[in-house]
């Protein structure tokens, strides 16, 4: 049988205050991680859609011990509502704030019962939150892409550069950058489990 995760003495209590800063304290380094690949992987605009897939490697650690410190219900939703509102207080579009809220909700849902989480779970959980931020992200050009290359203009980028990151999103490697928003979440939330077994655990001890 796989190994539960996280306290499970506490998983029945309600979320204290402590609780919802802890998620607001490791939701926004989450969310920093997510925006420092992005900054990173903006020198070439067919890297810019893989950031939440490659980013995710890395949150998932942070994720991964937030998880393991709070085992309670509501603790993902109560993240992904912190992070999605300091998102759009940084400028992001509704459709990005939006995804990730929903993409918590869903998280929530898939990791179930505090009592009965397990890694597998855990690591579903975050790989649908990061395509559901991802997907919020790449949403806008559905809805008005003119509006977002322009967006992008105004934030000092030219327009071949808005133009290429709409393109890519209309073509085939906009599916393997969804595909790897999924894997990168699943495989990053199951690297925080190992790395948190092997050192966290020491520190908290």
């Known amino acids: 049988m796989e190994k539960k995760i996280g306290d499970q003495s506490a998983h029945n209590s309600k979320m204290t205050a402590k609780d919802f800063v802890f998620a607001a304290v490791f939701g926004v380094l ?4 997510f925006m420092v690949f992005s900054m ?4 070439n605009v067919n890297f810019v859609w893989f950031t939440h897939g490659i980013a995710a490697i890395p949150a998932g650690i942070i994720w991964a011990y937030l998880i393991s410190k709070v085992n309670k219900r509501g603790l993902i939703i109560t993240m ?4 999605g509102i ?3 207080l940084m400028g992001m579009f509704w459709s ?3 995804g990730i809220i929903v993409g918590a909700i869903l998280a929530e849902l898939i990791a179930g ?3 009965t989480r397990t890694a597998k779970k ?3 959980a975050f790989a649908v939150f990061v395509f559901c931020f991802w997907l919020g992200h790449i949403s806008l050009i559905f809805i008005n892409a003119e509006s977002y290359i322009q967006m992008i203009i105004n934030a000092g980028m030219s327009r071949e550069y808005a133009q290429g990151l709409v393109d890519f999103v209309y073509s085939p490697l906009c599916v393997l950058a969804g595909i790897a928003a999924l894997v990168g979440g699943f495989f990053g939330s199951l690297l925080g489990n190992k790395v948190f077994k092997k050192h966290f655990e020491k520190i908290s001890a």
């Open 96 to 98: 990005a704030p939006v």
């Open 40 to 43: 990173l992987l903006m020198i």
């Open 113 to 115: 019962n505090p009592s």
């Open 30 to 33: 989450i969310f920093l991680v």
């Open 86 to 88: 300091v998102g759009f």
């Open 80 to 83: 992904g509502i912190i992070v």
């Open 122 to 124: 855990l690591a579903l």
